[in-house]
């Protein structure tokens, strides 16, 4: 049995986030509020005579249906509705991988799966940003990295920390390489929708390769972290296979967290969230270089 790894960086937030006065370790944007979401009577009715039971377990239907909306040809049984974009790796890493599997990872990065690899015995191999080429991957590296034992490859995309954006060109080679050996893709994007320096949103792996798992969230993009409400989108067998490991886990997240998150991804709200993330973002970076 190896020794626990704890989340270094998760463990010195949870300590220190909620009584410093200034707290700059914090990756999303100023949250939003629920007023931010709804305006119309009738809606803040509906929320408030909201039944409290447990929701569907894999997402309500109507937030399935949002998020498959985002992503080409996607299906609400493509989608698992998970609480974060932390239960999705994490439960996501579980369903592909048994202890002494193989995977690669980006670097740097949020280290949420490297811990992960770390206290279940997956191999663990990297790959590099390179920060002297402005971030960009080394891909002869991830090459070389990936052998026939590779069964999961894993980027951020956006990159947490760098803010690194993959080019169409990188994003077509990772899935390459990934072919070759029929690896898995683990694609975490929750910064997708946070460019700074772009108003393109970031494009999804989903779609590239038939063995894609494209994470993401409310909490960075949207602003809205406190709802807890993440969601992985693949192929719908696998899906299924990582519901299992939900309903082991957390079983679901919480009803009103779904009906607000379906809100969030309206048509109608989910332009003026990213915006007000982008902006934010864009507002706080010269204050930051200032310093
Ligand atoms: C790259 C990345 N993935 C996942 C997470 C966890 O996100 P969530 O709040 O959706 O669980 C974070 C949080 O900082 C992150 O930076």
Request: hydrophobic share 40%; aromatic share 8%.
């Amino acid at each position: 049995m190896t020794t626990f790894q704890p989340f270094d960086m998760e463990r010195m937030m949870s300590k220190w986030e909620n009584v410093v006065t200034y707290n700059l370790s914090e990756s999303g944007v100023h949250p939003a509020t629920i007023r931010d979401l709804v305006d119309d009577p009738t809606v803040i009715e509906d929320l408030l005579s909201t039944e409290l039971n447990y929701p569907q377990a894999n997402g309500i239907a109507v937030l399935r249906e949002r998020i498959a909306d985002l992503y080409p040809d996607a299906t609400p049984d493509n989608v698992l509705v998970t609480v974060g974009c932390a239960e999705a790796n994490f439960i996501t890493l579980q369903t592909l991988l048994a202890p002494g599997d193989e995977m690669v990872m980006m670097l740097p990065n949020y280290m949420q799966l490297w811990g992960i690899a770390h206290n279940y015995g997956f191999q663990l191999k990297s790959f590099h940003l390179q920060e002297e080429r402005g971030w960009a991957p080394d891909l002869e590296q991830l090459s070389d990295a990936v052998s026939e034992r590779t069964k999961l490859i894993a980027v951020c995309n956006p990159n947490n920390p760098t803010g690194y954006i993959l080019t169409e060109a990188e994003m077509e080679a990772i899935v390459a390489t990934a072919a070759r050996v029929g690896a898995w893709l683990l694609a975490d994007e929750v910064y997708s929708g946070a460019e700074r320096l772009t108003d393109t949103q970031t494009p999804s792996f989903w779609g590239r390769y038939n063995r894609v798992l494209a994470m993401n969230s409310l909490s960075k993009a949207y602003g809205l972290p406190g709802l807890r409400i993440g969601w992985v989108v693949g192929p719908a067998d696998t899906v299924d296979e990582i519901w299992a490991r939900h309903e082991y886990t957390t079983i679901s997240a919480a009803m009103l967290s779904n009906k607000l998150a379906a809100i969030a991804l309206s048509p109608q709200v989910r332009p003026r969230l990213i915006r007000r993330a982008r902006n934010y973002i864009r507002q706080g970076f010269p204050i930051l270089e200032g310093c």
